[in-house]
């Protein structure tokens, strides 16, 4: 069974930094496409960035280019999200979701509250 754990959320000031974690058991980061999406109060989820399997050419979401960093570390199986610059419109609890075989598999998520 695909299980994902998120960490790394918490509250912080505009223009703070933070770094996500998403934790994976049950399949190899190395060899799935990751995707980390956020949903805001009131508001649909939605895609933030998204890494291949080959690690190329990231997706960012036009929101959040510039101040994001999506990378994975297969040895830890593992993927992060650095975040920085942070803006009250980044608030929202961080979800990271694999699809394997077809059906997409999501973690519990984490909450970043950004303070203005």
């Known amino acids: 069974e695909v299980q994902l754990v998120e960490s790394g959320g918490g509250l912080v000031q505009t223009g703070g930094s933070l770094r996500l974690s998403c934790a994976t058991a049950?399949?190899?980061?190395?060899?799935?496409?990751i995707g980390w999406f956020r949903q805001a109060p009131g508001k649909e989820r939605e895609g933030v960035s998204c890494?291949?399997?080959?690690?190329?050419?990231?997706y960012y979401a036009d929101s959040v280019k510039g101040r994001f960093t999506i990378s994975k570390d297969n040895a830890r199986n593992t993927v992060y999200l650095q975040m920085n610059n942070l803006k009250p419109e980044d608030t929202a609890v961080y979800y990271c979701?694999?699809?394997?075989?077809?059906?997409?598999?999501w973690g519990q998520g984490t909450q970043v509250t950004v303070s203005s």
């Open positions: 979701n694999v699809p394997v075989y077809g059906y997409n598999y």
């Open positions: 049950g399949c190899t980061v190395e060899e799935y496409a």
């Open positions: 890494i291949d399997s080959r690690q190329n050419s990231p």
